[in-house]
Each structure stands twice: as C-alpha cells, then as structure tokens.
C-alpha cells in the first residue's frame, strides 16, 4: 500500500518516512524531487499514477521564533503563508485527486499535523499561531465538503502538543513531555484505518 508523505524532508517528515515503511511505500514529496508541487502538482500525480494510495500524511510548514508578529511590518504574514497554510491546501487537493482517480472502495485518510501553536498564542511564533488556527479550519472545511458531496476522501488533523524529540528548534525544559517519532508514527498508523473516524485527534 502506497502512503504519500507531503514534507519529508522536514525532522517529523523524515522520522515518519522510516518509522511507517514497516507497512507502507512511503513517497516521499517534496521540493527536491517533485519542485513546486503546490503550483505544478501534474509531476507528482503522474509518478502516482495508477497506484492504490492508501493514505496521505501533510508534516508541513514547521516552527521557528522570531519577532512579534506586527514587528515585521504590515504584511507580516506574506511570507509564511505558503508554507505553513497554501502547502496544506494544495496537499488536500492533491490527496482528493488521487482518490479521484482511484476506486479502492473505503475513503483516501489524509492526515494533516498540527501543534499547540494552532491553539495557544505562541509570542515569536505569531504567523505559526495565526496559520495553524486557520489549518483547523481548512481540514474541517474540506472534510465538512467531501461528506457532503460524496467524495472518496477523508480529512483529518492530528494535532501534537508537546515537542518532538530529536528537533533541535526546540527549547525542552527540564521534566517537560516530550513526544517520541514512535507515539506519532503510531497515531498515524490508527487513523489510517479508522476512515469513518472524528476529524480530530490530539496527542498530548
């Protein structure tokens, strides 16, 4: 069974590429093999092309800290709007497209990765707060739309509230939870087979 993994080139996207080829061929997609596939998805689509795709897991946009969100100007969130919400809509088209030209029987799971920023206001992290808030939205829009009109796809987010072990962009207090690659890669795996599931998950 075929898994499409938008960011794998990221630390989570890496870590999951390993972690789930115990049961899945993983595709790995980013910019270095498939260039802009946000703009220009037809590479990616025809490398799929007549596959059985199971499922799709979007490990995108990822964190930094910096200044106060106004701090950078008017349009402060020009720049990270691409890669923290425009990526995460063009992997959903793309996952609907690929279940479009599939007749598996049971839904495509695309499973979209949050964290805490989309919920709590991160200072420093204003654009990754504002866009991960917006990401909800955009999965359970799209999930709200393909129930509706019948599509063979299911849109999910899972949302990870602890830092991820291993990410050096982290700044870890002493006895702070930390989630192992395993716990997500895990979660991923549950999801994948629950089609018929809640649009939300949490891993805390």
């Known amino acids: 069974m075929v898994l499409v993994l938008f ?12 972690l789930l080829s115990d049961r899945y061929e993983v595709v ?7 260039g802009d596939w946000t703009a220009e998805p037809g590479p ?7 596959r059985e795709v199971h499922g799709a897991v979007a490990a995108l946009g990822g964190w930094f800290v910096g200044a106060p969100l106004l701090d950078a100007g ?6 990270e709007y691409g890669s923290h919400l425009a990526s995460h809509a063009a992997a959903c088209w793309v996952s609907r497209e690929l279940a479009r030209r599939q007749d ?11 964290g ?24 359970r829009v799209t999930e ?22 291993g990410d050096e962009r982290n700044d870890v207090a002493a006895g702070q939870r930390v989630v192992e690659p395993e716990e ?12 018929g599931g809640d649009w939300s998950s949490v891993l805390e």
């Open 44 to 50: 990616l689509l025809d490398a799929l092309a007549g």
């Open 28 to 34: 790995g997609v980013s910019r270095a093999e498939y």
């Open 7 to 18: 960011g794998a080139s990221g630390h989570v996207g890496r870590a999951l590429t390993e």
């Open 74 to 79: 008017p349009r402060s969130l020009d720049h």
């Open 116 to 139: 805490i920023a989309g919920i709590e206001p991160c200072v420093g992290s204003g654009a990754i707060s504002v866009f991960g808030a917006a990401q909800e939205m955009l999965i």
């Open 184 to 195: 997500i890669a895990g979660r991923v795996r549950a999801l994948l087979q629950e089609p």
């Open 144 to 165: 709200a739309e393909a129930r509706a009109a019948g599509e063979p796809v299911a849109f999910r987010e899972l949302k990870i509230l602890a830092p991820v072990r």
């Open 104 to 114: 598996r029987g049971t839904p495509l799971v695309h499973i979209a990765l949050g």
